[in-house]
């Protein structure tokens, strides 16, 4: 995050079903606790543009599109994203808490898709403008696992659609980068119950918060 910047980001990362939303609830409540003005939001989306381009990407008609399209598009609606809500949420020192952010293409992209990571934060320079979350947590779990609670729950998307075996470099994917950035990604067991994986959350938390 820019130094100039009062106020808090975290993302929540993880496979599909990881449960992040659950406990994107429950965070907001602890921090709203704790006087934050709160900002949840979610990738892709969280804009009326970037849901616009969610839409395109997650729609399960569009077989044909490319890796570098697709990445080009989550880097276009978190660009959105960025200017319209994060960056003026931060300077204002409100708490930011999003559902996937960056971390999200140099997995799915870089890793699961084959564009490597490198060249995944290389395309998204320009839509973060050098904000990053000071801190992400990341929801382990093993992909088979998240893709059966997913496929009780709705309709599959494109990206849901992939083979168990995309899935599963995903959700090894994620273990590698939490391995690369411990300091930044915390890794906790998305198996768990609702609320020892909340306590978790707070553990990791509590030291950003300001008093
Ligand atoms: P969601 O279902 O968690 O809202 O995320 C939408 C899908 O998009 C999910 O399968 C993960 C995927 N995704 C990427 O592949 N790259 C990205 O940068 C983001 C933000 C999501």
């Given at each position: 995050?820019?130094?100039?910047?009062?106020?808090?980001?975290?993302s929540?990362?993880?496979?599909?079903?990881?449960?992040k939303?659950?406990?994107?609830?429950?965070?907001?409540?602890?921090?709203?606790?704790?006087?934050?003005?709160i900002?949840?939001?979610?990738?892709?989306?969280?804009?009326?543009?970037?849901?616009?381009?969610?839409?395109?990407?997650?729609?399960k008609?569009?077989?044909?599109?490319?890796?570098?399209?697709?990445?080009?598009?989550?880097?276009?609606?978190?660009?959105?994203?960025?200017?319209?809500?994060?960056?003026?949420?931060?300077?204002?020192?409100?708490?930011?808490?999003?559902?996937?952010?960056?971390d999200?293409?140099?997995?799915?992209?870089g890793?699961?898709?084959?564009?490597g990571?490198?060249?995944a934060?290389?395309?998204?320079?320009?839509?973060?403008?050098?904000?990053?979350?000071?801190?992400?947590?990341?929801?382990?779990?093993?992909?088979?696992?998240?893709?059966?609670?997913?496929?009780?729950?709705?309709?599959?998307?494109r990206?849901?659609?992939?083979?168990?075996?995309?899935?599963?470099?995903?959700?090894?994917?994620y273990r590698?980068?939490?391995?690369l950035?411990p300091?930044?990604?915390?890794?906790?067991?998305?198996?768990?119950?609702?609320?020892?994986?909340?306590?978790?959350?707070?553990?990791?938390?509590e030291?950003?918060?300001?008093?």
């Open positions: 995050m820019q130094e100039n910047m009062k106020g808090i980001f975290i929540m990362e993880g496979p599909d079903g990881s449960g939303s659950t406990q994107i609830e429950l965070l907001k409540a602890y921090l709203e606790d704790k006087g934050y003005e900002i949840i939001t979610r990738e892709p989306g969280g804009t009326v543009i970037s849901e616009d381009i969610r839409r395109i990407i997650l729609n008609d569009y077989a044909e599109m490319g890796y570098m399209t697709e990445a080009l598009l989550y880097a276009s609606a978190r660009a959105q994203l960025v200017t319209e809500v994060i960056k003026p949420a931060l300077e204002a020192g409100k708490a930011v808490i999003s559902d996937r952010f960056v999200s293409s140099a997995v799915y992209q890793m699961a898709r084959g564009l990571v490198e060249t934060y290389q395309i998204n320079s320009y839509a973060i403008q050098g904000i990053m979350p000071q801190l992400t947590i990341h929801l382990d779990l093993p992909a088979q696992v998240g893709i059966s609670r997913k496929k009780n729950q709705a309709e599959l998307d990206m849901e659609l992939e083979a168990i075996d995309f899935h599963e470099r995903v959700a090894e994917g590698k980068l939490a391995s950035d300091d930044r990604i915390k890794t906790i067991d998305a198996t768990m119950s609702i609320d020892d994986i909340h306590g978790k959350i707070v553990d990791y938390v030291p950003l918060v300001k008093k």
